[in-house]
C-alpha cells in the first residue's frame, strides 16, 4: 500500500511571502492531520480533517494559516504570508479512523525556510 | 494538561549496553501511549503502543500508570538502533497525538 505523499519536500521563502504544501493520504483514510515540527521539539497539530470537514484546528494560527480538504482526499496547507518562525517540518498523518486503536501514518514532511 | 515529557535530549550508549528512554506524561483519563522512531532520512514511523503490549525490534515499554511513565526499554543496544524517538499519547476522545520533544539515541560501537 502506498504510503502518505507530501509535496514540496524542500521550499526557501522569504518572510512575507506565501507559501502552500500538498498532501495524499493513503487511500481510503478518512481522517487527515496535519502537524508542524519545530527543530528540537517534537510535531505540534495544526489541523485534523474528518473526510472534508475540520475536527480541529484550535492551535491553527488563523491569521496566516489556511488549509482545505476538498473532496475529502487531498489536503492543501498555506501560509500567507510567512513569518521567520514558520520555519518548520510540515508532516501529513492519515488514519482510517480519528479513534483509539488506530495508527496515523506520516508522510516524509515538508522542510520550509522562511528568510 | 495533556503534556509528554521526554528529559533526555539525546543518550548515548555503546553496542550491546542496556537502553531505557524515559516519558511521563500528564493526562486526566485513559490515553493511548505511543513510542514513535525517526530513522535518517527516514519518515515518522510508530515502533510500539501499550495496548500491543509486544515487543519490536527488541524493544518493550510498559504503561505505569501510577508514575504516569511509559520508558522504552531493550537489554543490548545495536548500531541500527540509533535514531530520533518521540514518545506520544492519544487521548480517550482520539484525535490528535500530543508528542515528546524527543530522544535521539545514539549507540556507538
Known amino acids: 500500500e502506498a504510503g502518505v505523499a507530501q509535496s514540496p519536500r524542500y521550499k526557501i521563502i522569504e518572510k512575507r511571502q506565501s507559501v502552500a504544501f500538498w498532501c495524499n493520504p493513503i487511500?481510503?483514510?478518512?481522517?487527515l492531520y496535519w502537524y508542524q515540527q519545530i527543530l528540537g521539539q517534537g510535531p505540534k497539530l495544526l489541523i485534523q480533517?474528518?473526510?472534508?470537514?475540520?475536527?480541529?484546528d484550535s492551535q491553527l494560527p488563523k491569521d496566516r494559516f489556511s488549509a482545505e480538504r476538498l473532496k475529502g482526499v487531498d489536503s492543501t496547507l498555506k501560509i500567507q504570508p510567512a513569518k521567520l518562525e514558520d520555519s518548520a517540518v510540515y508532516l501529513c498523518?492519515?488514519?482510517?479512523?480519528?479513534?483509539?486503536?488506530?495508527?496515523?501514518?506520516f508522510g516524509p514532511g515538508t522542510r520550509l525556510t522562511v528568510t | 494538561a495533556q503534556r509528554v515529557t521526554q528529559p533526555e535530549k539525546l543518550l548515548s550508549v555503546f553496542k550491546g549496553a542496556p537502553v531505557e528512554l524515559k516519558c511521563n506524561y500528564s493526562?486526566?483519563?485513559?490515553?493511548?501511549l505511543f513510542w514513535y522512531v525517526q530513522y535518517s532520512r527516514q519518515r515518522l514511523q510508530l515502533l510500539l503502543r501499550h495496548i500491543s503490549r509486544e515487543s519490536i525490534k527488541g524493544f518493550t515499554a510498559d504503561l505505569n500508570k501510577g508514575e504516569t511513565s511509559f520508558h522504552l526499554k531493550k537489554p543490548f543496544a545495536q548500531e541500527e538502533d540509533s535514531a530520533m524517538y518521540y514518545c506520544?499519547?492519544?487521548?480517550?476522545?482520539?484525535?490528535?497525538?500530543?508528542f515528546g520533544q524527543g530522544t535521539e539515541l545514539s549507540v556507538k560501537p
Open positions: 493526562y486526566s483519563g485513559s490515553p493511548e
Open positions: 498523518a492519515s488514519s482510517s479512523s480519528p479513534g483509539q486503536g488506530y495508527e496515523q501514518y
Open positions: 487511500s481510503g483514510h478518512a481522517t
Open positions: 480533517f474528518q473526510n472534508n470537514g475540520v475536527v480541529d
Open positions: 506520544a499519547l492519544r487521548g480517550n476522545q482520539g484525535g490528535k497525538l500530543i
